[in-house]
């Protein structure tokens, strides 16, 4: 990870927890600038600090976090729609499929921020069997 500039010091801990920080959007160092660029897209670097966000990886960690909580109260919704109404398909198809859409937009950003900050704040990176540094 590369070093601040001399003007803005390193707070980490200080701007909030790497779950306020990413539900925001907010970089994991300084907590002011954005984390992304786009939607989903991550930006190239901090726009208040400059933090290289290429170490982020959170790969389908947000996918899976967000799929174990839609699914069972989504099923749970369809289901109980489905005995308590017969509903048939084209009402499922009104109200289930934009739950589930919906829903998973609502929570991919904020849980992938929280990840991308998770994983700065505390330094996680691939695993070594030494320390490289301390060589
Ligand atoms: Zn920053």
Same mark, same amino acid.
Request: charged share 15%; proline share 10%; hydrophobic share 45%.
């Given at each position: ?12 801990? +200080? ?14 160092? &300084? ?12 930006? #190239?670097? &901090?726009?208040? &600090?400059?933090? #290289? ?6 790969? #389908?960690?947000?996918?899976?976090? +967000? ?8 099923? @749970? ?23 589930? +859409?919906?829903?998973? *937009? ?8 929280? *990840?991308? &900050? ?15 540094? @301390?060589?």
């Amino acid at each position: 990870m590369d070093t601040p500039p001399a003007s803005i010091p390193p707070t980490p801990g +200080v701007a909030g927890t790497p779950m306020a920080l990413g539900i925001r959007g907010r970089c994991p160092r &300084c907590g002011q600038g954005h984390l992304f660029a786009g939607y989903l897209r991550l930006a #190239d670097r &901090c726009d208040q &600090c400059g933090l #290289d966000l290429s170490f982020a990886d959170p790969a #389908d960690g947000p996918a899976f976090f +967000v799929m174990s909580i839609v699914s069972i109260p989504l099923v @749970a919704f369809a289901a109980w729609l489905e005995i308590a109404h017969q509903a048939p398909l084209w009402v499922h198809l009104l109200t289930t499929l934009p739950l589930a +859409v919906l829903s998973v *937009l609502a929570l991919l950003r904020p849980l992938k921020g929280w *990840l991308v &900050c998770a994983q700065y704040i505390n330094k996680a990176a691939q695993g070594r069997l030494q320390d490289d540094e @301390a060589e």
